[in-house]
RNA sequence: GCGGCUGUGGUGAAGUUGGUCAACACACUGGAUUGUGGCUCCAGCAUUCGAGGGUUCGAGUCCCUUCAGCCGCCCCA
């Protein structure tokens, strides 16, 4: 085969479509549910929207496309919040009397990665950002918004991770009691862990390499670091998730990979044991800053997002289907030389609102009957020559295999009866 | 970006120390059975083994390159 898609890169085919439209309705039903509505924004930008000053993290450059046109660069998103906080700037939706703003995107995004199961170069991310408020109650709503649509996708082997990086204050002073404790003892620690030193202390905390090592058992924990009104802050999200009937676990090592978060941070983890190294669900928390950031004031955010190929994989692992299928209802076939006819009758059931398929090849009826079979349907019209003299088709229903002889003028409505039955 | 495994028809797959007609099964198509199938029987269905080079009298089997998938690391917005 000469041609293929990209490395990264696959096409959903018919066989598959019908899950992906019934997830993507199933996440926009339940963000109704919450008066979470959609916003679009451009698949690329101009790169400087994502690529953030202060960035400690060297996602920025490697993983993203970027592409120049004439003087101008741009880069296909590689994640939904920077575009949205964008456009909320930019149309002022600050403004609106009622905040937060509840948003949410749904569309393709694109990494430069190595490709693995559940994580491609472009793939498809759900998010919802809750914009212009700060309070314990938006930031469990937003959590709780992701659960209600992973239980009713069947997903029930799951866990909340959840943590908070306080304020700027109490996060700052923090990462400097890491860099002092850390130094010293830097020989004992990964060559990753010597990069994240200095780039990012927090994440040596969930090094992998490094798990068991004692140096970082005995490390210094962000919660002796929090001030009290971010510890009040903390105390409250997690009453309102215990409201909520939400369990979850405190976990002070999680600490996330951006910057830009602050105070409450979670991650919601299949605890399946053959997801590997795959197991984050969805992820996110509040930020502080970034409103601030594109040009908006000083408002806070919250919200995380969710790809929707790991979504959908593991909720087939659990069991879950599309509940529609794409199955005829009707399979209309033909004995002897019949004309058009069959095709009009085809016409007539769809205008009624009956899934119909038609064979439009002069093919034996044996082979037809095999159609029909694959087709799924549960009545066949046999449309002969001699029965459509006198205006009549054979109806055979293969619920009780039966069959009649009905005049066209009553088809549509012996047909609904047997679908009815 | 680094490391490991894999790649044979529509599908699942056999292919032994390189020798040839690339098993077997399912699916599919046609016929037995010119207008009532689902059983059975018969026949057809990979000039080719991800792609491109090389070694050889001869390569799916050996070598090189390349593409893709999977697993782990990095990273995970």
């Not at 993507?24 to 994502?50: A, G, N």
């Not at 199961?117 to 919802?128: E, I, N, P």
Request: glycine letters at 8%; a negative charge.
């Amino acid at each position: 085969m000469n041609y293929q898609t990209p490395r990264g890169t696959y096409d959903i085919l018919p066989e598959d479509s019908l899950k992906w439209q019934e997830t993507e309705q199933l996440i926009r039903e339940v963000c109704r549910l919450y008066r979470y509505q959609e916003i679009r924004t451009p698949v690329f930008e101009d790169t400087k929207v994502f690529k953030r000053e202060n960035d400690s993290s060297d996602m920025v450059n490697k993983e993203m496309y970027t592409f120049a046109m004439g003087e101008e660069s741009y880069t296909l998103r590689p994640e939904g919040t920077a575009g949205v906080i964008r456009a909320f700037d930019q149309h002022k939706l600050f403004g609106n009397p009622d905040l937060p703003a509840r948003l949410y995107y749904l569309g393709p995004m694109f990494r430069h990665e190595r490709p693995q199961k559940g994580r491609q170069r472009q793939f498809t991310q759900f998010g919802v950002e809750s914009i212009g408020a700060k309070s314990p109650e938006i930031d469990a709503e937003v959590i709780a918004l992701g659960i209600d649509i992973i239980k009713r996708m069947g997903i029930s082997s799951v866990k909340v991770c959840i943590n908070t990086l306080g304020d700027d204050a109490s996060r700052s002073a923090y990462r400097n009691a890491l860099k002092e404790y850390f130094s010293p003892h830097i020989d004992e620690l990964c060559g990753d862990c010597h990069r994240r030193l200095e780039q990012n202390p927090l994440r040596i905390l969930d090094c992998k390499v490094d798990a068991e090592n004692p140096i970082l058992k005995d490390a210094p924990r962000l919660s002796d670091y929090l001030n009290e009104e971010s510890r009040e802050y903390f105390d409250r999200v997690l009453k309102m998730l215990d409201a909520l009937d939400i369990e979850y676990e405190i976990d002070d090592r999680l600490v996330r990979g951006l910057d830009y978060y602050t105070h409450t941070v979670f991650e919601v983890k299949s605890t399946r044991p053959d997801s590997g190294a795959q197991s984050t669900i969805f992820a996110g928390g509040r930020y502080d800053h970034l409103v601030e950031y594109f040009g908006g004031p000083e408002l806070s955010g919250m919200g995380f997002a969710i790809g929707l190929e790991r979504l959908i994989a593991l909720a087939e692992e659990e069991g879950w289907k599309p509940s529609r299928t794409s199955d005829a209802e009707v399979y209309i076939m033909s004995a002897g030389n019949v004309g058009t006819a069959p095709l009009e009758i085809a016409q007539k059931l769809r205008q009624d609102g009956i899934i119909a398929d038609v064979n439009l090849l002069g093919r034996s009826m044996k082979a037809q009957f095999k159609s029909a079979d694959r087709s799924q349907a549960p009545v066949i019209i046999i449309v002969g020559e001699s029965e459509l003299a006198e205006n009549k088709v054979n109806v055979k229903n293969k619920k009780n295999d039966t069959q009649v002889t009905v005049g066209l003028d009553q088809l549509n409505e012996t047909v609904k009866g047997i679908l009815a039955e």
